[in-house]
């Protein structure tokens, strides 16, 4: 007998970037699956190594059915916060960056995202990297980068 926290049908939401551990097809090992606070639907639960609860969940938006573990996952019944970029992912900065008068990094530079700071769940932070600078930033210096479409 399974003690499974999540039903079938039970909507969820993943609380961590699910990533390819080498057993999805098609993509390769550490490829973003499933993007922290995506919502989904239980299939299945079953047990890993007969002690780890695994759930099988669809996420309709995305077309998948992926594994995830019980504490990849909360109700979404769960107040939550979402951060607008992610691990890897590539932002540009909306200021200018400086410290004691030198100009560090100007407004529309791009930035590589290293980490997430989400102790304050209303304003998350960003550790972010450019060139040799890696600086903590609040979510308000960063746009996405728009995708330019490729014409003939």
């Not at 057993?23 to 299945?44: A, E, H, I, N, T």
């Not at 998350?124 to 308000?140: A, K, T, W």
Request: aromatic residues 10%; glycine residues 10%; negative net charge.
């Amino acid at each position: 007998m399974i003690d499974a926290k999540f039903e079938y049908g039970t909507e969820v939401r993943v609380i961590k970037n699910i990533r390819n551990d080498g057993s999805f097809p098609g993509c390769k090992k550490g490829d973003l699956l499933v993007r922290r606070g995506s919502v989904g639907y239980v299939q299945q639960a079953g047990l890993f190594l007969q002690e780890q609860v695994i759930y099988q969940v669809h996420f309709l938006q995305r077309g998948l059915t992926v594994g995830c573990r019980e504490t990849e996952l909360v109700g979404t019944e769960q107040q939550w916060f979402s951060n607008r970029f992610e691990y890897g992912d590539k932002a540009r900065l909306t200021l200018r960056l400086g410290s004691q008068g030198n100009i560090l990094a100007e407004a529309g530079e791009v930035v590589d995202i290293l980490a997430v700071d989400r102790r304050s769940p209303e304003s998350p932070s960003y550790r972010i990297q450019y060139h040799d600078l890696d600086v903590m930033v609040p979510e308000r210096a960063l746009s996405a980068i728009e995708e330019v479409a490729y014409v003939e």
